[in-house]
């Protein structure tokens, strides 16, 4: 028999936002990767007690723990330093020459220093330029890509294409996120037929609110079973 998934609701206590029926499998993810903190709250949903996600049993262990500490930090900090130089001692009172050597090992190691740094000063003046570096966008060929980027006003604009092809009149410059997820289920499989992947590719400046609102959407009815989650991220590309 299945085991019945499990989902919750969370609390995110800096931005005071809260997101409901998530999977527990994104919760930990979430968690592993950083966007939800030990102080945040969580509680299963359909119940009314929250609890801190640092006292969860269930998502604890995901939670990064500092290295103890170990008796041989102190060991080792306790341990005497050992230094190069040695004074040595006068047998003689009565010979008062300076030991010249040490002050001329130091000398010769400075010089060296100083050499080898403006030779490399040197060298870099005449270097080419490097190109600067760009961030491709990820794509999948055959399945179906959601693309969040900002317009010149920095409001939202979403749209939806499928694989290389460019995005028809309807899913292109989408403004309302209902209007998004209508024109994802429109290019959804049939029934019967494979799930299709799905990407999820933001631009660098959107919050990172905005696609994990939209990938906890696409974890619901009717598009669960449906699709699968193949890319979550960001692109610098123009638009």
């Known amino acids: 028999m299945a085991e ?26 979430w968690v592993q990767q950083g966007q939800l903190l030990e102080g945040d709250m969580i509680k299963p949903s359909g119940t009314r007690e929250w609890l801190r996600l640092g006292g969860s049993a269930d998502f604890a262990p995901y939670l990064p723990t500092p290295e103890p500490f170990r008796a041989e930090d102190q060991a080792e900090a306790l341990e005497p330093v050992q230094v190069e130089f040695t004074w040595k001692k006068r047998h003689d009172e009565e010979d008062d020459d300076v030991d010249m050597i040490p002050l001329i090992d130091v000398s010769l190691v400075l010089l060296i220093f100083f050499m080898l740094t403006a030779t490399a000063a040197v060298a870099g003046l005449d270097s080419p330029p490097l190109p600067p570096t760009q961030v491709g966008t990820v794509t999948t060929p055959d399945g179906i890509i959601v693309s969040i980027n900002l317009d010149e006003n920095k409001d939202l604009v979403y749209s939806v294409t499928e694989g290389a092809n460019p995005p028809g009149a309807e899913d292109r410059d989408i403004l309302d996120f209902q209007r998004l997820l209508q024109r994802i289920q429109a290019h959804l499989p049939a029934p019967g037929q494979a799930p299709v992947e799905l990407t999820i590719n933001a631009h660098k400046d959107v919050k990172s609110k905005y696609p994990r609102d939209l990938l906890v959407e696409l974890r619901k009815e009717p598009f669960r079973n449906k699709i699968r ?3 979550y991220g960001t692109s610098e590309a123009d638009e």
């Not at 998934?5 to 999977?23: A, C, G, H, I, K």
């Open 229 to 231: 989650i193949n890319y």
């Open 4 to 29: 019945k998934r499990r989902f919750f609701d969370l609390w995110l206590v800096e931005s005071n936002t809260v997101y409901q029926e998530v999977p527990f499998n994104v919760v930990a993810d």
